[in-house]
């Protein structure tokens, strides 16, 4: 380890975008609406984010074209995501890459349903020179189509399964979800409820399949009754709840797909009055802000999404340079590490009977 006493001076800590937002008190993409000049913000805002940047001596646009010293490059980011969690995580690490580079960034919302190949096509259209396509759009089959006819840069991240021609950044859901069943039948859980994903996601199918190995091989059966099917918002996580927990012999733990509805599992099971996880284990996958805000705090699979969307930027960035230099790289798909993290929402089961819920009339 190298002592910093040795050295004359220390090296000066950069500061990036999510310090200003966080000194400020703000989001990243407000600090970004500031940085970039544009009108609908508030005054009162505006000024905490330019004493923000005044005080960490944060200048973007300086440091972007110090550290390039090339031409602009313009890449869009379009999203679609109905967790409000995983899409700030995502855009924190889109913010964090995109000044330190000489870019500027495109923010576009999907607003034709899930396909979003006609805000994709406007994009391309305005000479757009890089894509990056996060859940759910990554595994929209006519809109990856688009973009290989185009021969448009592009990266999806955190896709189950992801197109060979495009880049892509992701975990291995499959083994995430192996492992966390795993923990949650080490702990003496027979009776496991799954709350499935998007069927529209290949991540879902990937999450689903490696909760069904991991049961499979400890023999436990998956019987249909302790299956149920959600869209990884918090709305259909409470619906799926309701049914895992209707059963006339419920489960003593549900592992949802996502921590959204991992936290309505937790929600429905206060409801019931169950104790979590005393009466009912509950663990989720992904790790966003909200498995740490709700009661008790959520065990989860722990997915680097803002790590993984700051590694999209940079493949993207040496895409589009090997483009405009006449050697363009092959896709690649780039696998990141997972974590369990294991929190307040897991435990043994009780050997004690279960408390009786009151069912609906």
């Known amino acids: 380890m190298m002592n910093v006493k040795n050295r004359p001076t220390a090296k000066r800590t950069v500061a990036t975008i999510s310090d200003v937002a966080k000194r400020a008190g703000v989001s990243p993409m407000t600090v970004s609406r500031v940085v970039n000049g544009e009108s609908n913000v508030r005054d009162t805002t505006r000024d905490k984010v330019n004493a923000a940047v005044a005080a960490l001596n944060y200048i973007p646009n300086q440091a972007a074209r110090r550290l390039a010293g090339s031409k602009l490059i313009r890449i869009a980011i379009l999203y679609s995501n109905p967790s409000a969690g995983y899409l700030n995580e995502l855009l924190v690490g889109v913010l964090n890459r995109a000044s330190l580079a ?3 960034l495109v923010v576009e919302k999907c607003d034709s349903g899930l396909r979003g190949e006609e805000e994709a096509r406007e994009l391309i259209d305005s000479g757009i020179d890089g894509i990056i396509l996060p859940p759910p759009l990554c595994d929209s089959v006519r809109l990856l189509d688009l973009v290989a006819e185009t021969s448009t ?20 859901d499959y083994r995430a979800a192996y492992e966390m069943t795993q923990h949650l039948i080490s702990l003496g859980h027979h009776r496991i409820g799954f709350i499935l994903g998007h069927p529209n996601q ?17 023999a436990l059966e998956v019987p249909d009754e302790l299956m149920a099917q959600g869209m990884y918002n918090y709305r259909s996580g409470l619906d799926a709840a309701e049914i895992l927990l209707s059963v006339d012999h419920r489960p003593s733990a549900i592992f949802a797909s996502n921590d959204d509805m991992a936290a309505a599992t937790v929600a429905i099971a206060h409801r019931l009055h169950l104790d979590v996880p005393g009466d009912l284990t509950v663990a989720g996958f992904d790790d966003a802000a909200l498995a740490t805000t709700i009661w008790p705090e959520l065990t989860t699979v722990r997915q680097p999404i803002t790590e993984m969307a700051g590694a999209a930027v940079d493949l993207l960035v040496r895409l589009i340079r090997a483009r405009r230099e006449g050697a363009p790289e092959a896709s690649e798909h780039v696998v990141m590490d997972f974590s369990l993290i294991r929190r307040q929402s897991d435990a043994a089961p009780r050997l004690r009977p279960p408390v009786a819920i009151a069912h609906k009339a």
Do not use: E, N, Y
Not at 203 to 218: I, T, V
């Open 202 to 218: 290949t991540a879902s199918a990937r999450r689903l399949a490696g909760f069904r190995a991991a049961m499979k091989q400890a």
């Open 102 to 104: 000489h870019m500027q």
């Open 153 to 172: 840069p592009a990266v999806a991240i955190a896709s189950g399964q992801p197109d060979k021609r495009i880049c892509a950044i992701g975990i291995d």
